[in-house]
């Protein structure tokens, strides 16, 4: 029945699925740094303050140049045998934090900006039906996820071994991740995602947040993971 339900979800997802033709990607030669992502088309987002989005860019650029800086500095402590000097370890624990930083930015900005609701005949939409119950279900649960107190990300992750999805806590950037999970949905909660704007209205941000969700982009991401498996 497993099997049956699994092939089921696969191929809707595939019939689903709003095109983005999926190309193996080819090892680089070579390794450059890091490059910061144009978001500037979310601009204008209806809920969202221009000022607000524009802070955001800025501080996303941080993680970016952070991260880089990171690596070059490991590079050049290993270069000098320093891997076991107290610098070398400590920068090596900040890294997750970092590059999660970065990366989770990316996913979020790249899930705005939409304008139309999650698809009825996709994929997502039929798993998240058999995990949740029902959309409404899940929406109650990933806002509940989102509304924890501290500073993190609630995010549709998909167990791409097991064919689950779960809303996810993602304490700060880097505690909580789901190792071999996929990442659909992201949603940052941080303050600064929504203070300057909403005070201490976080639930006014994320409904905010749910008017302009890119569910194609949500869409493209499940379709890609159960492809990879
Ligand atoms: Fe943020």
Redesign the pocket.
Known sequence: MKKILSIFLFLSSILGASSAPLVKKQVKCTLGEYEVRDFSHLIGMEGFDNNLLKM?FT??RGYVKNTNLLIRLLKSYAAEHQERDYPYQAIKRRFGWEFDGMRL?EL?FGNLGGKKPLDHSSGLYRMIQRDFGSYENWKKDFIATGMMRGIGWSILYLDPKEDRLFNTWINEHDTGHLAGGDLILVM?V?E??YMPQYGLNRAGYIDAFFKNIDWERAIDRFHNAVIRR
């Open positions: 955001h501080l996303y930015h979020y940052d941080w600064h995602a």
